[in-house]
């Protein structure tokens, strides 16, 4: 089954997948008229910043077991199966955190929200955008990534690309640059400077 | 809770003013940076375009996603358009200043700005000579007009060369007529820069980045060198006199006005009205010893240069001073002045005054000077700031001042040779001083807060480098001490000497950022009296810690003029490698100069001085090895 895969290495920070995902959780659907909505919809993917300042996409890891689903006293967290899900139940939710608590990846966000309860913050995490890929589309923050960090596949295959990758770096005379130059230069630039900061 | 794991900065005044402001509760630019992390890697690498709304567009740095914007343009056109779109806006500001200048060069001459004169007739006529204008038998006002219109006449389209690049050497002049980076007029170029970055003009990466160069000689030898220049005319030709520097100088028992920006048009009016004396007698009934003027940033130095006005801090330490609770009113115009201000200052006492039609502000009271008000606009806000002395809460200066000299024009730096640069061409041919580095620019909050400035220069003046700066890295080196005489003994044994026999610091204040063209008449009158070009001369540039979009002009305008510079932050460029080897590497057979990046101040300080002794054994003079 097809999944979100997270490649950190390729992530700018750019921040369109917060925009794409909350977009894709507003009533209207688009990022213009989803700003003005009451309440705004919010992002369930999380961009931070690592200790190079370069970006890392956050998501729901949809653990299996789920420590926010053991952690759920009201029994609003459940897990879909058929497509590798963990869900939280709007209506079920007595918003007392203890998920997020539990959750060792700090992806759960608390508050009103346009699909939820009215007047009523709950906890609110990535769905998987179960909804899209209901209609035969991709999650929405992997639609717009453009830098190939958040990508749709079996794991499995995303993984025996990696393994051809490693494969390709252990050959003699193997390319040594992994990384287009300009970005590893950047890279370096920035790491310099921070380190000047005592980072 | 932004939490910097060292300091800040390598002051005294920048650690202790951030710590009051945190503990006050005021937001600064460190906060705001913090918060802005992680930077979109799209736009860092110059990635992203937003010229046209066919797109917005980006392209995939990893090759995968989209090569290229919805026009077709590929990562070199984007990177390229987007750095020449900086330059044109730095031009733009550096020549609106001078074109300020101009105005009320025009408006003393018909009489209309009240309060302004000539203060320097001599520079005025030779200036006008320069122009075309003929100078015999002619009363200065009539000179002034006739300069001011013709200087008008370099920002339009009917010239086939902005005047001052005449005083360029010939074989540079011939450089820019081979490549076509003569600039033909001021305005011009601008415009036509920003023409090309139109989607669908210039296609062509390297067509666009010689256009850049175009553009910012024609800041360089154009608008920043009238500003320079026409100040000179109005307000004084610099000479060398003592200063101080740093917090220290706010007065606890002084009205504090502290002016910030650029134009000497609004500070010296300011400067006027803090000597009425109607003015400082209100002071006194108020309870003040006085009236205490300072400056931040350019405006500051253009005081400093020319009235030994005390400066109070540089680019990252304006929202600082604020946070001492001690300043009664700052008044700004334009360029570098933080949209925070207002609201920084809100949790002081402190009056916030804009004075210039061209740029207002959140949370700033808006007193409009032109050339024709300034003289009594001035009086009014500074009035103003007298009466809100009393508004005082509790106020710390966490420093005492320290003393720097400043006021190196180039007349200055000459006469102080004895009227030509024999002596220093003497000297670096002897290898007493190896050769000369102009370290110019900003503050960023990406690099320790003044740390690249002083490093740097440290480490130039031990090996025998002479070291010329301006602009925020002026204020920097000042208040590490390196601007007393004393500070020769920080030099090595051959600079010393120099610096103990002519009686001058081994760092030489030039002046504002507009006055890096000081910078360029110096490199023009050292190689024309050793018959080279400027890109011969054992000199480098550089900017340690820039951020502004002028900074980047004024980076191009000293490589295009054959100065090798360095760069603290990288440029957004890296999107680009054909860029990036353009920039520095192939420029090299262009220009005769390239850029470098290299946050290191210490590593810069090797590649610096690297390119020095490189030109000296190019020129037959003894060179040392640099490890």
């Known amino acids: 089954m097809k999944q979100v895969v997270v490649h950190p290495e390729r992530c700018v920070g750019c921040m369109q997948c917060m925009l794409a995902c909350a977009t894709a959780h507003s009533r209207s659907l688009t990022l213009f008229a989803a700003v003005q909505e009451t309440p705004q919809p919010k992002p369930r993917i999380h961009v931070g910043a690592g200790r190079f300042n370069e970006g890392f996409p956050n998501r729901c890891r949809h653990c299996d077991p789920a420590p926010c689903q053991m952690a759920c006293l009201a029994g609003a967290i459940y897990r879909r199966d058929s497509v590798d899900t963990v869900m939280i139940n709007p209506d079920r939710c007595i918003n007392c955190a203890s998920c997020a608590m539990a959750c060792p990846y700090g992806v759960i966000r608390f508050h009103e929200d346009p699909l939820g309860p009215s007047g009523h913050a709950i906890a609110v995490k990535c769905d998987n955008c179960s909804a899209r890929v209901a209609k035969g589309q991709t999650p929405a ?8 960090a958040l990508t749709y596949e079996e794991m499995d295959a995303a993984m025996r690309r990696k393994t051809r990758a490693v494969a390709h770096s252990m050959s003699t005379d193997a390319d040594p640059s992994a990384i287009p130059a300009g ?5 370096s630039i920035k790491q310099s400077e921070l380190q000047l900061s005592g980072s | 809770m ?28 460190w906060e705001r940076h913090e918060a802005q992390q992680p930077q979109c890697g799209f736009c860092d690498m110059g990635l992203s375009c937003r010229i046209c709304i066919m797109g917005p567009c980006r392209v995939d740095p990893f090759g995968e996603g989209p090569q290229t914007g919805v026009c077709g343009a590929d990562a070199d056109i984007i990177v ?3 750095l020449c779109r900086m330059i044109a806006a730095g031009a733009a500001s550096h020549s609106d200043h001078g074109r300020d200048l101009v105005e009320v060069l025009a408006g003393v001459a018909d009489g209309s700005a009240i309060g302004y004169k000539i203060r320097d007739e001599a520079k005025l006529r030779r200036l006008a000579e320069e122009y075309g204008v003929a100078t015999e038998d002619k009363k200065p006002l009539v000179i002034a007009g006739e300069l001011a219109q013709a200087m008008m006449e370099d920002y339009g389209m009917r010239q086939k060369a902005v005047k001052m690049v005449a005083r360029a050497p010939k074989k540079r002049r011939a450089v820019w007529e081979k490549f076509g980076l003569t600039p033909r007029g001021i305005d011009r170029e601008t415009s036509e820069m920003m023409h090309r970055t139109h989607m669908g003009v210039d296609n062509n990466w390297q067509s666009l980045l010689l256009q850049a160069m175009r553009n910012s000689l024609s800041d360089g030898w154009g608008g920043s060198m009238i500003a320079t220049e026409v100040s000179d005319i ?6 060398p006199r003592p200063t101080t520097v740093n917090a220290g100088v706010l007065k606890d028992d002084q009205v504090n006005i502290v002016v910030h920006g650029h134009n000497p048009v609004v500070s010296e009016m300011v400067s006027k009205a803090c000597q009425d004396k109607a003015l400082v007698d209100l002071a006194k009934e108020k309870g003040a010893g006085g009236i205490n003027l300072v400056g931040v940033c350019c405006t500051g130095n253009e005081l400093l240069m020319r009235r030994g006005i005390a400066m109070a801090g540089n680019h990252l330490m304006t929202e600082l ?21 207002g609201k920084v200052a809100a949790c002081y006492h402190t009056r916030m005054v804009s004075t210039s039609d061209k740029a207002k502000f959140p949370h700033m009271a808006h007193h409009e000077f032109h050339p024709h008000n300034a003289e009594k606009k001035a009086v009014e806000v500074v009035r103003s700031a007298v009466e809100n002395y009393v508004n005082r809460g509790k106020v710390l200066i966490p420093v005492t001042s320290q003393e720097a000299v400043g006021g190196f024009s180039v007349e200055a730096i000459l006469g102080a040779l004895g009227g030509t640069p024999e002596p220093l061409i003497e000297a670096i041919k002897a290898g007493k001083i190896r050769g000369a580095v102009g370290i110019v620019g900003c503050n960023n909050p990406k690099i320790k807060h003044d740390y690249g400035h002083v490093t740097l220069t440290r480490r130039l003046i031990e090996n025998d480098i002479l070291v010329v700066d301006t602009g925020c890295v002026a204020v920097a080196t000042a208040k590490a001490g390196f601007k007393v005489p004393a500070a020769a003994d920080m030099a090595g044994p051959g600079l010393k000497a120099i610096c103990n026999a002519l009686g001058i ?26 018959g080279i070009d400027i890109s011969d001369l054992p000199v480098a540039g550089s900017a340690p810690e820039w951020y502004s979009e002028k900074a980047v002009t004024i980076g191009t305008y000293f490589v295009a003029s054959g100065v090798t510079t360095h760069l603290g932050p990288m440029p957004p460029i890296t999107g680009s490698m054909n860029v990036v080897n353009l920039l520095t590497s192939g420029l090299k057979d262009v220009v005769g100069a390239t850029f470098a990046v ?30």
């Open chain 1, 141 to 148: 923050c992997v639609e717009i990534c453009k830098a190939g």
């Open chain 1, 183 to 187: 970005v590893a230069l950047l890279k």
């Open chain 2, 2 to 29: 932004f939490d910097p794991r060292e300091s800040l900065s390598v002051t005294q005044d920048g650690d202790r003013l951030f710590a009051k402001a945190q503990q006050d509760g005021v937001e600064t630019v």
């Open chain 2, 80 to 82: 390229a358009r987007n």
């Open chain 2, 234 to 239: 109005l307000f004084g030709v610099p000479t």
């Open chain 2, 321 to 341: 001073i604020l946070s001492t609770g001690a300043v009664d009113m700052m008044i700004v115009d334009y360029q570098c002045i933080m949209p925070s201000l």
């Open chain 2, 505 to 530: 610091p081994p760092v030489l204040h030039m002046g504002s950022c507009v006055d890096n063209v000081r910078i360029l008449v110096l490199v023009s009158a050292l190689a024309d009296a050793l």
């Open chain 2, 598 to 627: 290299e946050p290191d101040p210490e590593k810069a300080a090797v590649f610096l001085r690297r390119t020095i002794e490189g030109k000296r054994k190019a020129l037959g003079l003894d060179a040392r090895s640099v490890d």
